[in-house]
């Protein structure tokens, strides 16, 4: 005897199908993942231009302090040897002097020249840093040039005129070196004659009592 076989049915749900327009929506809508790397946050930022601020502050004051001392050594060097140029063309004069006074045959007449081509020497120094004496005799007093050390009347004078030099002033590029010494004029004491002095003292004297 034959066995009936059943039949199974499976209700299958229809595929749902989309128009176009709606897998367009979808897709616009589905979020899109980007990559996106991540910079330095707002406060690294600061923290980074306060580091370059404060390197550039302490380069900054190490050049400041190369400098100043740069400068300092300048000016003791400029101090130890602002006379050198002038000490180094003074030499040849001190030699010829200690030759001439070293000279066996030395007399009056060669002791003289020698004397007088040292002068010389230090004149045409004199000329060449413009060192140049200050006119003192004759010249009103002029207590930025000259020193006075005494006063005597004279009535040949003006007053507070020059009359005598004891020693030379010098002046360099118009600046005083040295003031000159000077003595100068004043006015004569004004006395009463004598002869008006005796004839008031007879008149007196004859008065009657």
Known sequence: MRKKKKKILI??????????E?????????????AVEEGPSELEKVQLEVKDLRDEMLRMRADTENLRKRLQREKQDSVQFANERLIRELIPISENLERALAA???????????VQMTSNQI??????????????????????????????????HEENTVIEEYSKGYRMNGRVLLPARVVT????????????DSDNASTEAEAPA
């Open 11 to 20: 209700e299958i749900e229809p595929e749902e199908t989309k128009t176009p």
């Open 22 to 34: 709606e897998e367009a929506a979808e897709t616009e809508e589905a979020p899109v993942a980007e």
């Open 123 to 156: 004149l045409a120094l004199f000329k060449k840093e413009k060192v140049e004496p200050i006119q003192a005799v004759g010249e009103p007093f002029d207590p930025s040039l000259h020193e006075v050390l005494n006063q005597i009347e004279s009535p040949d």
């Open 104 to 114: 066996p045959d030395t007399n009056v007449d060669s002791l003289k020249e020698g």
């Open 185 to 196: 004029s004043r006015k004569p004491t004004r006395e009463e004659p004598e002869d008006q």
